[in-house]
């Protein structure tokens, strides 16, 4: 109810109503406020139709409106569009590491693993093994087995953190460069 007397207070006080409707976060609030209108009008039906589950999601959407009010979100907001060429860069070659020694490890520790075997019962779970150790998570679900196999996976983390310094560098240099001209 709260945010239902918020917009219509937003709405009567704009200049104009057409003013209103062009920024992107009153259609937020709306579109927020409206699941509870929703679930009013339809009543048990809406409970049982899961596409409007969604739409109750979209209500963490009004935490955008919180980025206006601070200039550290506002700074880092920059900051990621601002970098944006070396975060798709990082995800590129993250993901070709992945897609490359992923079946690798599954295909070696296949045909060479010890009593045949194997904690990788498929490719996929040869990648979800890269995205683990890149990652260093390593939750230590999967692991190989052979030699072969543990080799292959020191060398692939050795060659994808060694890759991947490059534009993490470069990120960070572009965050600090940004982050001096927000304390200027």
């Given at each position: 109810?709260?945010?239902?007397?918020?917009?219509?207070?937003?709405?009567?006080?704009?200049?104009?109503?057409?003013?209103?409707?062009?920024?992107?976060?009153?259609?937020?609030?709306?579109?927020?406020?409206?699941?509870?209108?929703?679930?009013?009008?339809?009543?048990?039906?809406?409970?049982?139709?899961?596409?409007?589950?969604?739409?109750?999601?979209?209500?963490?959407?009004?935490?955008?409106?919180?980025?206006?009010?601070?200039?550290?979100?506002?700074?880092?907001?920059?900051?990621?569009?601002?970098?944006?060429?070396e975060i798709m860069l990082?995800?590129?070659?993250?993901?070709?590491?992945?897609?490359?020694?992923?079946?690798?490890?599954?295909?070696?520790?296949?045909?060479?693993?010890?009593?045949?075997?194997?904690?990788?019962?498929?490719?996929?779970?040869?990648?979800?093994?890269?995205?683990?150790?890149?990652?260093?998570?390593?939750?230590?679900?999967?692991?190989?087995?052979?030699?072969?196999?543990?080799?292959?996976?020191?060398?692939?983390?050795?060659?994808?953190?060694?890759?991947?310094?490059?534009?993490?560098?470069?990120?960070?240099?572009?965050?600090?460069?940004?982050?001096?001209?927000?304390?200027?």
């Amino acid at each position: 109810v709260y945010f239902t007397v918020q917009a219509i207070t937003l709405l009567l006080v704009y200049s104009s109503w057409k003013a209103y409707f062009k920024t992107v976060l009153h259609w937020i609030d709306i579109v927020s406020i409206l699941p509870f209108y929703l679930r009013l009008a339809a009543g048990s039906y809406f409970t049982q139709v899961g596409g409007f589950r969604v739409l109750r999601l979209i209500r963490l959407l009004r935490v955008m409106k919180l980025f206006r009010h601070s200039k550290g979100s506002q700074t880092m907001m920059t900051f990621l569009f601002a970098s944006l060429p070396e975060i798709m860069l990082l995800l590129l070659m993250w993901s070709i590491g992945v897609l490359l020694f992923g079946p690798l490890i599954y295909f070696i520790e296949d045909a060479h693993g010890v009593n045949s075997t194997s904690d990788f019962d498929s490719a996929f779970s040869g990648m979800w093994f890269c995205v683990v150790t890149i990652g260093t998570v390593g939750y230590g679900d999967l692991s190989p087995a052979s030699n072969l196999g543990k080799f292959v996976s020191a060398l692939y983390t050795i060659l994808n953190l060694t890759i991947m310094t490059i534009p993490i560098s470069i990120i960070i240099t572009k965050f600090s460069r940004s982050m001096r001209l927000v304390k200027k």
